[in-house]
């Protein structure tokens, strides 16, 4: 049933595909509170732009800046790799300590690079499109992340989003994120799933709407 689906055929399932699976973000972000000084500044190729990231799922296990809290394209490009998504696939303790090695464990094996992001006030992901024809993006809200403090955008809509709950995010196309809120951080979580047999299976068992 999903075997060689190519990416635009699975993303013509929606922009925004809500999925049945959901956790506790109150208990998500206790549990995070122990890795406090394990953020990173996100893709330190523009420091000016106020983000941090905290690795799910990455190169060797340690929670550490990196080249997966970077820009791949611009890293690759200075250090003269050939990095993509599917090279990072340890998991850090984020993962090993939290209830994230649970709720995951059906999927685990599609998961690549992923990690937690936090935009402070003022922080942004300016207009961009990920670009992968082998992997698609999981997102889960943890905490401020809607309007009117903080927003995702894919081309001119604005995404509602449940806190605590998965959803599939189509980021082929153009979309934004930013954090508009006064002194509130708005915390996510973005899965790169590698798109496989597995995974499709996976997405379509757990899909809210079939």
């Known amino acids: 049933m999903f075997d060689n689906i190519p990416i635009e055929r699975f993303m013509m399932l929606g922009d925004q595909t ?6 506790n973000e109150v208990e998500l972000l ?28 990455n190169e060797d296990g340690i929670n550490k800046p990196g080249p997966a809290l970077d820009s791949l394209t611009e890293w690759n490009r200075e250090n003269g ?9 340890t998991t850090t303790p984020v993962y090993e300590e939290t209830m994230l090695k649970d709720v995951l464990k059906d999927i685990r094996s599609e998961c690549y690079r992923s990690h937690f992001l936090r935009l402070p006030p003022g922080g942004y992901f300016p207009p961009h499109r990920d670009f992968s024809m082998d992997s698609f993006r999981v997102i889960l809200p943890v905490y401020n992340c809607n309007p009117p403090n903080a927003r995702f955008m894919i081309e001119d ?12 995010i189509n980021t082929l196309k153009e979309h934004t994120l930013f954090n508009a809120s006064d002194g509130l951080d708005s ?24």
Request: charged share 30%; glycine share 2%.
């Open 157 to 168: 809509k604005t995404l509602h989003w449940d806190h605590g709950r998965f959803y599939i």
């Open 187 to 210: 915390v996510w979580l973005v899965l790169n799933v590698k798109l496989s047999q597995k995974s499709c299976a996976w997405s379509y068992k757990n899909m809210s709407i079939k």
């Open 18 to 23: 809500v999925l049945d699976i959901k956790v």
């Open 81 to 89: 790799t050939r990095l993509t998504e599917l090279d990072f696939d």
């Open 30 to 57: 206790n549990q995070l509170k122990k890795f406090d000084d394990k953020w990173s500044k996100y893709n330190s190729h523009k420091p000016e732009i106020q983000r941090d990231g905290l690795c799910i799922i």
